[in-house]
């Protein structure tokens, strides 16, 4: 595995509380020690995080596994095997 790939951070999604508007930073690297939030740590890749402005006040599942094809939020490809 190269530094350039992410790490899988967990096996479930972050579940967290957003106002309206307000901004927040995923860690799409999985290195940070803070997740779901990045800490900085992607600066060894060349991997960046995501920025992500809540719609609406509530709860957002952003995702641990690193894997989502809809960064930040959890799609749902943590419950995916290896092999598909």
């Not at 190269?2 to 307000?22: C, H, Y």
């Not at 990045?38 to 995080?49: A, E, F, N, R």
């Amino acid at each position: 595995m190269t530094s350039d790939q992410p790490i899988r951070a967990g096996d479930e999604p972050i579940a967290v509380d957003l106002e309206k508007g307000q901004t927040v930073w995923w860690c799409a690297c999985g290195r940070s020690q803070n997740q779901p939030y990045c800490d900085g740590s992607h600066k060894v890749t060349s991997i960046t995080p995501v920025e992500y402005t809540a719609r609406r006040t509530g709860t957002v599942y952003l995702c641990a596994c690193k894997g989502t094809g809809n960064q930040p939020l959890c799609d749902g490809t943590h419950n995916q095997t290896p092999d598909g």
